[in-house]
């Protein structure tokens, strides 16, 4: 029986800020890696420069035959701590969402940024703008602007402001 070659993509899990050295590492042996980034400006000491960080950090993306040797290269790779799956081993990343990602940092390199997953009922803390360190619920999500309700319970009355998903930070624990 012939083994017929299926190069499918898998997330990688590597050590904390090894993405690109693993990255190299396995261009370096043949191996096709994807790790998309985006830019952003930071503050050091004396100015603000920019720099590119990973989008999803701890992780890059491999196409690869997990049936063939290649498997071994990601698996020894410096860094790489494991292939993602769940219960029954490595789980593919579908080819249209390597593709999908693959369009919006190769267009929008500028405006492309990481962003938790919210979801209404979930409990959140305000991370930036004017409400900033403010914790609550996220009451609405979708079409227009979420809003963010502030319970102050011992009253029985709650607050309702709106909110950028992108100001918040899931708690941990909390919502649905």
Not at 50 to 77: Q, S
Not at 131 to 139: D, E, L, R, S, W
């Amino acid at each position: 029986m012939s083994h017929i070659a299926k190069r499918l993509w898998y997330a990688v899990h590597v050590r904390s800020n090894q993405e690109r050295a693993t990255g190299r590492f396995l261009m370096g042996r043949a191996v096709e890696i994807f790790l998309p980034t985006y830019r952003v400006r930071v503050r050091r000491t004396d100015r603000r420069v920019e720099v590119t960080r990973p989008l999803f950090p701890g992780y890059l993306f491999v196409h690869v035959d997990l049936a063939a040797a290649e498997r071994v290269e990601v698996l020894k790779a410096p860094g790489t701590v494991r292939i993602v799956g769940f219960g029954e081993g490595p789980v593919p990343v579908p080819d249209d969402v390597i593709h999908s990602l693959g369009i919006l940092v190769g267009a929008g390199q500028d405006t492309v940024k990481p962003h938790p997953l919210v979801r209404t009922g979930q409990r959140v803390e305000v991370t930036d703008g004017p409400f900033a360190g403010a914790v609550g619920v996220i009451a609405q999500t979708g079409g227009r602007k979420p809003r963010l309700v502030v319970e102050v319970e011992f009253l029985g009355r709650a607050v309702a402001v709106p909110i950028g998903p992108e100001e918040v930070r899931p708690l941990l624990g909390s919502g649905s």
